[in-house]
């Protein structure tokens, strides 16, 4: 095995993450390789708007503001960056960086990676009867961004051609840290375990500050979150790789942090599909070495499909969003009066005026328990809540009517409306997400710097996906009387998938995993989230860290950016089924008993 270990820092998992991670990791962490994540897909729509009001701008302006203090140590160092915050104007964020390291006297090779977005071809598109992947629908033709997810290879490409700086626009955020772990370790794009290896290492970081004690089951066993240290890995030729974080920072690095990031917005684990490669995660081994590092190993991979995913956004009309803080005795039942009066009366004076009746309503009492799907009553002790109302029309002029009427509830509804929480509502354009599949060979990648552009040539792929065979639980001998909540057996995490939200469950001992998945089925989560899940929901186990993923079809109403729900990517799902009663044996649950007594 080749000796030669390379260290990579996330710095950012999305656009608005904090400013401090870059600084912290090319300091302190020791690392050849800064990677930082900026785009998700309303991210791409926002940034496509930008353009359209600024041609100079559609990239995330953050990496250049987090770079450019750091730009002489990146260079010293000799630390090379990757990052997609190109966005949708690769050229303006080169430019913006090459003018200020030329301030600075610094020589860099910025490359870029163009292809990903579509929109020049917009006419093809529309010409290929192209159908969303989920709904069948067919694609619009208001589009505002279409992008492709590429892959590692142009990133590994643009390494060999001297990088000091590779800037992409979308790809699966992944390929960020399999990119320069191809370049490294020269691995060819047939090395397919190597490949899964490589995108789990990216995909454990990705999220930043997630795997190193955010957003964590245990978190009261977290310290530091104001000083939280961002991710480093350690990765070696044949894929095992160490998870760790810098020196003095807070967080922690546990196999129970770890194994959470490792399901976070997985579906099937044993298909999780990726431009260079379908990876099969089952047989993971995720093990603590030493205090906040961890080892990671055990990932296979198969030849990668024929075809990339396209997310593409659209304009669909007009929505708007009115917040009313309501006190005092009753206050949620006295929302929901207010909520659906504001609404009535909104919609008498819309038919006056001719217009047809909004396209879609929600009245969400913040503070009532609302993700649990229980309607306010009389019987709840809630003395403040917040009720947030949300209206989409395909005519602002309509909207303009809402923003004006919710004000009436200070003086003309139930008593207790203490306060507009931001003012009278504002119209923003309503924003939503079609994905499909499209051929590779429809795309053509270009790695460009400042002397040269080369096209880069792919392996077409050809795998067909296939979901996974589902593992049957292994029956339990005996009934169980005795009932403890989940969290007591187990760590969960739970993110979006599109409209679909999956929860993963790792068990904090193996002998815990039969009576967890014996009380958690398929049918038993279904009903617990049945006000939110529209579709079927699946089950996996992952049983190299004994562990179980759900995926919830069809629970996010509509998902992400479409979603008009408090919760549009299903971060409180796992945070419910926390607290699932599981029926285990008289001995587990005294352990369990003497343990929280302790």
């Given amino acids: 095995m080749n000796p030669k270990k390379i260290k990579i820092g996330c710095a950012s998992a999305f656009w608005g993450d904090t400013s401090s991670a870059a600084k912290q990791l090319v300091e302190k962490g020791d690392i050849d390789y800064l990677v930082s994540d900026f785009l998700a897909e309303m991210t791409m729509s926002i940034l496509a708007g930008s353009k359209k009001n600024n041609p100079k701008m559609g990239y995330a302006t953050d990496f250049i503001d987090q770079l450019s203090p750091l730009l002489e140590t990146i260079k010293s160092k000799n630390i090379k960056v990757i990052s997609n915050a190109g966005g949708v104007n690769l050229n303006s964020c080169k430019e913006a960086l090459e003018e200020i390291a030329h301030s600075l006297g610094i020589a860099l090779n910025i490359a870029i990676i163009a292809g ?51 800037i992409t626009g979308r790809c699966v955020d992944s390929a960020l840290v399999l990119g320069p772990l191809m370049y490294e370790f020269n691995w060819s794009t047939t090395d397919y375990d190597l490949l899964a290896a490589g995108s789990l290492a990216g995909h454990i970081v990705e999220c930043g500050a997630q795997c190193t004690g955010g957003n964590f089951t245990d978190w009261k066993k977290v310290k530091g979150f104001e000083n939280i240290g961002f991710p480093v890995i350690e990765v070696s030729s044949n894929g095992e790789f160490f998870v760790s974080k810098p020196e ?24 999780y599909i ?37 997310s593409a956004t659209f304009f669909d009309g007009y929505r708007s969003t009115g917040f009313l803080v309501i006190g005092g005795k009753d206050a949620a039942v006295k929302a929901q009066i207010c909520g659906e009066a504001i609404l009535k009366k909104t919609e008498f004076l819309m038919k006056d005026n001719n217009f047809a009746p909004f396209d879609e309503t929600l009245i969400t009492v913040i503070g009532s328990n609302s993700i649990y799907g229980s309607p306010p009553s009389m019987d709840m002790d809630i003395k403040e809540v917040t009720l947030r109302i949300v209206v989409t029309h395909r005519d602002k002029s309509a909207l303009r009517i809402f923003t004006r009427e919710i004000a009436q509830a200070a003086t003309g ?96 001992k193996k002998e815990y995993l039969n009576h967890i998945s014996a009380s958690l089925s398929e049918k038993t989560v279904k009903n617990l989230f049945q006000h939110f899940c529209k579709g079927k929901v699946l089950k996996w186990h992952v049983p ?47 352990e369990i008993l003497l343990k929280n007594k302790g």
């Fill in 116 to 166: 990903d977005d579509l929109m020049s071809k917009k006419n093809e598109l529309m010409g290929l009867n192209i159908k969303e992947m989920e709904t069948d629908q067919e694609l619009p033709d208001n589009l505002l961004s279409a992008n492709a997810y590429l892959g590692a290879i142009p990133i590994n490409e643009a390494l060999k051609n001297n990088a000091d700086i590779v």
């Fill in 274 to 310: 990726l431009p260079d490669v379908i990876c099969d995660f089952r047989s993971v081994l995720i093990e603590e070495i030493d205090k906040d590092k961890v080892l990671v190993k055990g990932a296979k991979g198969f030849a990668p499909t024929k075809n990339y995913k396209v």
């Fill in 413 to 508: 509804m139930t008593p207790g409306v203490i306060n507009y929480l931001g003012g009278r509502p504002k119209i923003s354009p309503s924003i939503k997400l079609f994905s499909f599949l499209i051929d590779k060979t429809f795309i053509d990648i270009d790695v460009i710097t400042s002397t040269k552009k080369k096209r880069v040539n792919l392996d077409e792929g050809g795998s067909i996906f296939q979901s996974s065979p589902h593992q049957a639980d292994i029956p339990i001998q005996g009934k169980y009387t005795k009932e403890v909540p989940l969290i007591s057996l187990a760590y969960a995490r739970s993110g979006d998938k599109g409209d679909h939200a999956n929860i993963g469950i790792i068990a904090r």
């Fill in 544 to 590: 190299g860290i004994n562990g179980i993923n759900f995926l919830l079809k069809n629970s996010l109403g509509g998902g992400g950016m479409s979603s008009l729900r408090i919760d549009p990517q299903g971060k409180s799902y796992a945070q419910q089924l926390l607290e699932f009663p599981v029926k285990v044996p008289d001995s587990i649950y005294e």
């Fill in 248 to 271: 003095n920072t807070g967080g922690l690095v546990s196999f129970g942090t770890v194994a959470e990031q490792f399901l976070y917005e997985i579906g099937d684990p044993g298909q």
